[in-house]
């Protein structure tokens, strides 16, 4: 099965813990969408769904403020918090995709 599939994320929303020590809007669930487009027919399959995040940790001296959280970082997490539920959810949109390209079933209309 060949693959022109790009993928795209979107998060429309991130819900945090309002004070966590010394750290206000500390993200621990992340919504998401993902998105993937076959770029030669244009095809798309979008799936959506939460993903938990550890919390932050005061000992790790990597927190980011969430005013400067980019996309990048919060898709770095969410692929990172999904281990292997990741190519999971890919090949799944890739499989949807290529069953849109090359249909095994098809609906007609009446002989008559």
């Not at 969430?66 to 190519?87: D, F």
Request: charged residues 10%; hydrophobic residues 35%; aromatic residues 12%.
């Amino acid at each position: 099965m060949a693959n022109n599939n790009t993928y795209t994320w979107q998060f429309p929303a991130l819900e945090v813990t309002k004070q966590q020590g010394d750290y206000t809007d500390v993200v621990y669930t992340i919504h998401w969408r993902l998105n993937g487009v076959d770029q030669t027919t244009s095809h798309s399959i979008e799936l959506y769904g939460v993903q938990s995040v550890a919390p932050y940790s005061p000992d790790s001296g990597s927190f980011i403020a969430y005013n400067q959280l980019t996309k990048e970082t919060v898709t770095g997490w969410v692929i990172g918090a999904m281990g292997e539920r990741y190519g999971q959810l890919t090949s799944s949109i890739d499989t949807s995709i290529y069953a849109m390209i090359n249909p095994t079933t098809q609906q007609l209309a009446p002989p008559w």
